[in-house]
């Protein structure tokens, strides 16, 4: 398996620019979470799906962001209209569920963000 | 209070001894226990999960778990300078993973 895929890599990009991040989960999970990484904040969740579904978005910082799950392999993270303040690496990570639990968590390569 | 706590700066440690992390919890009812490696500039890798009060090995690392005390540790023996890394202490509750920090590990060879 490929693992999960992120895309682009890397983004820089000016205030006020729309941000589209993408991941694709491992085939065959059924959970998928997002999370920013910062030094200052450490690895945040933004938000979760379960099933396509969203289950938490308790994370998202503002409404400013936003996710998608259209289907079981494509996810999207929004940022409209971005921020310096956005700059971060954005992880996508992807899990399957067993009965009541949560496998392991494996996360993509990142998308590191910045905004100037 | 944070949910998850790894308050030790960086751990310098000589190749071949023991390091030693530490990691609090705020959440009692939290089941399960993860510790994840996170190589500079890579994502976060899986390196140990333990659910049960006590110790679990798996070959240099040992993680342990207080549920009492609200607490999981990792150790690495025999230290190696492939373990330089920043180790970061996950805990689950509600299908949702709560990180600390992290803690940064260098092994002086």
């Known amino acids: 398996d490929a693992g999960v895929i992120q895309s682009p890599r890397h983004e820089v990009t000016e205030m006020g620019q729309e941000v589209t991040l993408r991941c694709k989960p491992i085939?065959?999970?059924?959970?998928l979470f997002w999370y920013r990484q910062t030094m200052m904040r450490g690895l945040e969740l933004l938000i979760y799906f379960n099933n396509n579904v969203p289950i938490d978005d308790s994370g998202m910082p503002e409404d400013r962001f936003s996710a998608k799950m259209p289907n079981a392999s494509f996810s999207t993270l929004k940022i409209q209209p971005s921020e310096p303040r956005d700059s971060a690496v954005y992880f996508c990570?992807?899990?399957?569920?067993?009965?009541?639990?949560?496998?392991?968590?494996?996360f993509g390569p990142g998308t590191r963000l910045l905004v100037l | 209070q944070k949910e998850v706590e790894q308050n030790s700066g960086p751990l310098s440690v000589p190749e071949g001894a023991i390091a030693s992390l530490n990691c609090t919890y705020s959440?009692?009812?939290?089941?399960?226990f993860f510790w994840y490696r996170q190589y500079s500039g890579k994502s976060p890798e899986l390196i140990m999960f333990i659910y049960s009060n006590g110790d679990k090995e798996d070959g240099r690392f040992t993680a342990q778990l207080n549920k009492a005390s609200q607490y999981v540790s990792l150790l690495i023996r025999d230290s190696q300078p492939s373990d330089s890394a920043t180790y970061l202490c996950a805990v689950r509750g509600n299908n949702r993973l709560a990180f600390g920090k992290g803690n940064q590990v260098v092994v002086i060879p």
């Open positions: 959440d009692r009812g939290s089941q399960s």
């Open positions: 085939s065959g999970h059924d959970y």
């Open positions: 990570a992807s899990a399957f569920s067993s009965g009541l639990y949560q496998e392991t968590q494996y």
